[in-house]
Nanobody, 126 residues
């Protein structure tokens, strides 16, 4: 059974930092492109960042470029999202997701992702 478990969310002040983790089990982690998505209250879920199976290529939403960094450790079956300079508009539930394939282009399209975690809440206070 595939499980993706996010952790590291919480309450932080405007300008603060957090690191999210996504621990994967039940799948061959190194065969999957991994991504982060988020959903703010009253809004649709949106793409945040993605990383190829090898970790060599990444992609970011314009709203987080230069502030967030996605990374992965295939030996630990874990993906990370380092979030700096957080803003109140970053408040959302953050989800990790897995898309099978060893392509060279990070997946940014939500329907391409097969497995999803339950999400972790990130709240940025002003």
């Amino acid at each position: 059974q595939v499980q993706l478990v996010e952790s590291g969310g919480g309450l932080v002040q405007d300008g603060g930092s957090l690191r999210l983790s996504c621990a994967a089990s039940g799948l061959l982690f190194s065969s999957y492109c991994m991504g982060w998505f988020r959903q703010a209250p009253g809004k649709e879920r949106e793409f945040v960042a993605a990383i190829t199976w090898s970790g060599q290529r990444t992609s970011y939403a314009d709203s987080v470029k230069g502030r967030f960094t996605i990374s992965r450790d295939n030996a630990r079956n874990t993906m990370y999202l380092h979030m700096n300079s957080l803003k109140p508009e970053d408040t959302a539930v953050y989800y990790c997701a897995a898309a099978m394939g060893r392509g060279i282009v990070p997946r940014t399209y939500e329907p391409e992702y097969t497995y999803w975690g339950q999400g972790t809440q990130v709240t940025v206070s002003s």
